[in-house]
């Protein structure tokens, strides 16, 4: 991986992907070893810096760091001076001054990650900008499946809900259709954006149909904070037509895999039994976000400065 930043899947190439699964698989025992320390970062200076709230994946991305022996700073932006009035870049530049070499940020914003690395020198990964794209989550999705089928080509991937809002699915689109997945996406209308069949995506309205001879059916998180009033009625309604639970899934193949990129609202995407039952690999994609960033790190630090 010769690549300065991660800003996105769209930037990166099939061949690019596979090295980064690749490498997960050989971080992933790094994790489940008594002693999870080993020093391919020592001396190095990681940054997590979210101006939206986020548990799982900036934990995810310290705890990457840590167990590959960097140093990791986490700045609260409630108590930073962008509350005095200080802009993004200017902040970073400040930190940067302090020797950080990689900056890991969450934004409100589609293509703040990209404006940050424009202006600093330290590396730049995108942790989840606007409902622009999420590559770390579509990595370690990417991962997820592969660990269990083998492969990801040829496979039929269905990725069902709030679509138009969610940077979850696009960098999944990206990542699934250039490693040689069918991509099929559901959800009400007005949670699909307007002509995303050129992404080279099948699109449904009837979850059933979507779901039938899948291998991966992936629920997304119902993004209400991001959405304006009217787009569906109710979530009762939502549940009703575009839930997943046992029966939605039985159209499936026999071995479908059911993930979901977190936090769940339970009974409303998917049903608490098949979220705890034996096709779900949420907990596991979790444990697999450790690895993949684990592996971003360790790739992003011995390449070159391709932007």
Same mark, same amino acid.
């Given at each position: 991986?010769?690549?300065?930043?991660?800003?996105?899947?769209?930037?990166?190439?099939?061949?690019?992907?596979?090295?980064?699964?690749?490498?997960?698989?050989?971080?992933?025992?790094?994790?489940?070893?008594?002693?999870?320390?080993?020093?391919?970062?020592?001396?190095?200076?990681?940054?997590?810096?979210?101006?939206?709230?986020?548990?799982?994946?900036?934990?995810?991305?310290?705890?990457?760091?840590?167990?590959?022996?960097?140093?990791?700073?986490?700045?609260?932006?409630?108590?930073?001076?962008?509350?005095?009035?200080?802009?993004?870049?200017?902040?970073?530049?400040?930190?940067?001054?302090?020797?950080?070499?990689?900056?890991?940020?969450?934004?409100?914003?589609?293509?703040?990650?990209?404006? +940050?690395?424009?202006?600093?020198?330290?590396?730049?990964?995108?942790?989840?900008?606007?409902?622009?794209?999420?590559?770390?989550?579509?990595?370690?999705?990417?991962?997820?499946?592969?660990?269990?089928?083998?492969?990801?080509?040829?496979?039929?991937?269905?990725?069902?809900?709030?679509?138009?809002?969610?940077?979850?699915?696009?960098?999944?689109?990206?990542?699934?259709?250039?490693?040689?997945?069918?991509?099929?996406?559901?959800?009400?209308?007005?949670?699909?954006?307007?002509?995303?069949?050129?992404?080279?995506?099948?699109?449904?309205?009837?979850?059933?149909?979507?779901?039938?001879?899948?291998?991966?059916?992936?629920?997304?998180?119902?993004?209400?904070?991001?959405?304006?009033?009217?787009?569906?009625?109710?979530?009762?309604?939502?549940?009703?037509?575009?839930?997943?639970?046992?029966?939605?899934?039985?159209?499936?193949?026999?071995?479908?895999?059911?993930?979901?990129?977190?936090?769940?609202?339970?009974?409303?995407?998917?049903?608490?039994?098949?979220?705890?039952?034996?096709?779900?690999?949420?907990?596991?994609?979790?444990?697999?976000?450790?690895?993949?960033?684990?592996?971003? +790190?360790?790739?992003?630090?011995?390449?070159?400065?391709?932007?």
């Amino acid at each position: 991986m010769n690549y300065k930043n991660l800003l996105g899947l769209r930037d990166l190439s099939a061949e690019e992907i596979q090295e980064i699964l690749t490498t997960a698989h050989l971080m992933r025992p790094v994790m489940e070893s008594p002693n999870k320390k080993i020093t391919y970062l020592m001396g190095k200076n990681i940054l997590t810096l979210f101006y939206e709230s986020s548990t799982r994946t900036r934990v995810s991305f310290e705890l990457a760091a840590k167990y590959l022996g960097a140093t990791t700073t986490n700045v609260s932006v409630a108590t930073s001076s962008v509350n005095k009035g200080e802009s993004l870049i200017d902040t970073v530049r400040t930190l940067q001054s302090m020797g950080v070499d990689i900056v890991i940020m969450r934004h409100p914003m589609t293509g703040a990650p990209k404006l +940050l690395a424009d202006h600093i020198e330290a590396k730049v990964i995108n942790a989840g900008d606007g409902i622009n794209e999420h590559p770390t989550q579509a990595l370690l999705d990417l991962y997820t499946i592969e660990r269990h089928k083998g492969r990801i080509k040829d496979l039929k991937v269905v990725i069902a809900g709030d679509i138009l809002h969610s940077r979850v699915a696009r960098s999944n689109i990206w990542g699934l259709t250039k490693m040689g997945a069918r991509v099929v996406v559901a959800g009400p209308s007005t949670l699909i954006p307007k002509k995303i069949e050129k992404m080279g995506v099948e699109v449904f309205q009837d979850i059933k149909k979507a779901v039938v001879d899948a291998d991966v059916v992936m629920a997304l998180r119902m993004q209400k904070e991001r959405q304006e009033s009217g787009l569906f009625p109710s979530l009762r309604e939502y549940q009703h037509y575009f839930g997943i639970d046992e029966g939605v899934l039985s159209y499936a193949k026999p071995e479908v895999l059911l993930m979901h990129p977190g936090p769940v609202n339970r009974g409303i995407e998917i049903t608490s039994d098949i979220m705890e039952g034996p096709h779900s690999t949420i907990e596991e994609q979790v444990t697999n976000g450790v690895a993949i960033r684990m592996a971003l +790190l360790y790739l992003m630090t011995r390449g070159g400065d391709k932007q």
